[in-house]
């Protein structure tokens, strides 16, 4: 996210200054109308084109610039949640003095060199629990190519450790940056090396990703599939399909389809479409690829009751044609219906649905690993 200039309570922009930040993405239409408004300006059509020049007339007030300054900086940055399954070979609880602390500075100089650790990570024991580790990372990157208030940014990730009774576990990867990322597979990569230096993991044990290319294209449909429709549980109830992204799988298409044989890629957004003929009926799935699916589903958590998006997905395939392209999801903004909350209270709330929901994922996969198995005794 963009991180506000070290002089920005010592100045108000205006004119030139003004009409960059006010063009950001992060500031909506509706909230510049707003400013706007406060001052006796009103437009019929909320257009930036023509209410950013307007701005740019102004000599704001340090409130009305603190207003705008809210708009832009409450917006969080879209985090993206990845968990891989672990087989732990100890009975040994997770937290040592000796495994707590992380040495990053030869990835971040040779990988990152434009970005700083904000403070030195650490991990913890979430809630007392010593088989359940977490840290924090935050970075900060400097760009003096970009306009003053781009030139600063601040990313976040975390990496997460659970070990169960049954010597079971997952880790977790939170990101919000291809930077972020990078530097958290960095992280779990050492202490999984730390962790079988300690004999906690066998030196042979492979941590378990979920890869595109683990599936054929019936079996990622299905997965899907059970992902969203079938995924009702105490938190979440599934309301409907909005987004598919497919392909093709070659151009000997059944005639029904034969229509796709034109097509490299296809992003289909509407309502139903978990309805579409080629994605209910069995028979054509082993003729197209599904990578990437969005779900709407009804929230109840802590007393918020509400709407939200699910995107479920193998991102660098879509982008990259990458078969080893690993399993993430990402959630949109919580709409609440029976309250009303602040930016922070939904940005708390928008990371413990993620959690959820990845907590339902692990279910969901496993349960699909034994449908494999013994799909494949018959």
């Given at each position: 996210m963009n991180a506000e200039h070290n002089d920005i309570n010592k100045i108000v922009p205006y004119g030139e200054f003004i009409r960059g930040f006010a063009n950001q993405p992060f500031l909506t239409n509706a909230e510049l109308h707003r400013v706007l408004k406060e001052r006796g300006i009103f437009f019929s059509f909320q257009d930036?084109?023509?209410?950013?020049?307007?701005?740019?007339?102004?000599?704001?007030?340090?409130?009305?610039?603190?207003?705008?300054?809210?708009c832009f900086n409450s917006k969080e940055d879209n985090r993206k949640v990845i968990s891989r399954e672990i087989n732990w070979s100890s009975s040994q609880?997770?937290?040592?003095?000796?495994?707590?602390?992380?040495?990053?500075?030869?990835?971040?100089?040779?990988?990152?060199?434009t970005c700083t650790l904000t403070k030195q990570p650490r991990l913890y024991a979430v809630d007392n629990n010593p088989n359940h580790l977490r840290a924090e990372i935050e970075i900060e990157r400097k760009d003096l190519n970009k306009s003053w208030y781009e030139q600063k940014n601040i990313f976040e990730c975390s990496i997460e450790f659970k070990k169960d009774s049954n010597n079971k576990g997952v880790v977790i990867i939170t990101h919000t940056a291809p930077e972020t990322k990078a530097l958290a597979e960095f992280a779990v990569k050492t202490k999984v090396e730390d962790f079988k230096r300690k004999k906690i993991i066998n030196s042979n044990n492979a941590v378990k990703h979920?890869?595109?290319?683990?599936?054929?294209?019936?079996?990622?449909?299905?997965?899907?599939?059970?992902?969203?429709?079938?995924?009702?549980?105490?938190?979440?109830?599934?309301?409907?399909?909005?987004?598919?992204?497919?392909?093709?799988?070659?151009?000997?298409?059944?005639?029904?389809?034969?229509?796709?044989?034109?097509?490299?890629?296809?992003?289909?957004?509407?309502?139903r479409l978990g309805d579409a003929f080629f994605i209910k009926e069995k028979e054509y799935h082993k003729h197209i690829i599904v990578w990437n699916i969005e779900a709407k589903f009804e929230y109840t958590y802590n007393?918020?009751?509400?709407?939200?998006?699910?995107?479920?997905?193998?991102?660098?395939?879509?982008?990259?044609?990458?078969?080893?392209?690993?399993?993430e999801m990402n959630i949109s903004t919580p709409i609440p219906r029976n309250q009303k909350l602040d930016t922070k209270q939904k940005g708390i709330l928008k990371n413990k649905l993620l959690l959820e929901m990845d907590k339902q994922k692990t279910i969901v996969y496993s349960k699909f690993n034994d449908y494999l198995l013994e799909k494949n005794k018959l």
């Open positions: 930036k084109d023509l209410m950013v020049p307007t701005l740019q007339t102004l000599l704001l007030s340090p409130k009305e610039f603190d207003s705008i300054r809210d609880q997770l937290l040592s003095a000796d495994i707590l602390e992380f040495d990053l500075g030869g990835f971040m100089k040779k990988n990152l060199p979920i890869l595109f290319k683990d599936f054929t294209n019936e079996e990622r449909i299905v997965f899907f599939f059970r992902l969203s429709t079938r995924s009702d549980n105490t938190y979440f109830k599934y309301i409907d399909i909005v987004d598919i992204a497919l392909k093709p799988e070659s151009d000997k298409l059944p005639e029904k389809i034969s229509w796709m044989n034109r097509i490299k890629k296809l992003i289909i957004s509407g309502q007393g918020s009751i509400g709407e939200c998006n699910f995107n479920f997905g193998f991102p660098e395939f879509g982008t990259k044609q990458k078969l080893d392209s690993e399993f």
